[in-house]
């Protein structure tokens, strides 16, 4: 892999993970969670429930919705929620009215409020601000591929998400298209429209100008008519 193009975390921290690349991850999502079951099925630490393994430390208000899922310990799931069929590891916060489908978020992310994260994998502490929306599906309904340093990735898939790099912060009101790539350490700002492959430690931002005027009068029409 060609130098600035090294998106993740050690996923050799992680049970299952070695030497796996995420979107390998994703695509084979079902079995990793399977895997899951069986290493933690006679740990104490976790509770099965409902289909469900949840860390006794994990927090899930009464008020959400976890679905098939695996939550690690000390994780934070707020009313309003909705987590299905998703992995979500330690420390990690999942905020109000926000869901998680399909997804791999590692430890200590924060996804705050009313955010959509779909087809997924984020990297450790990844934080979004509020309305953060990852699309997973292209309307002509192709196949997604993506760029990963100096590889094109055909996923073989028609619902895929992003892959987002460690310590990376996403603005509010961000819309991430299918199959966008995000570097370790980035920041994008709010109510960017991104797609394609972005590099560690960059910054995404729209170029915009405000311009401050003059108020002027407004003409009446009715006297353009006479």
Known sequence: MEKGCFYWANLCEYPYMKEEMPWK??????????????KYKNNNDYIKINGNIIHKSAIVDKMAKVTNCFVGAKVYIYEGVSVRNSVIFDYSVIGHASEVARSVILKHCSIPRFDYVGGSFLGESVRLGGCVSFATRRHDDKDICFSYGNLMIKTNQIKFGSLIGDNTKIGYGVHLNPGTVVGNDCLIMPYVDLSGSVGEKSIVYNKTQVAIREKRDFVDISKLME
Do not use: D, K, R
Request: hydrophobic share 50%; glycine share 0%.
């Open 25 to 38: 991850i994703l695509i084979n999502l079902n079995q990793y969670m399977e895997q899951l079951a069986e």
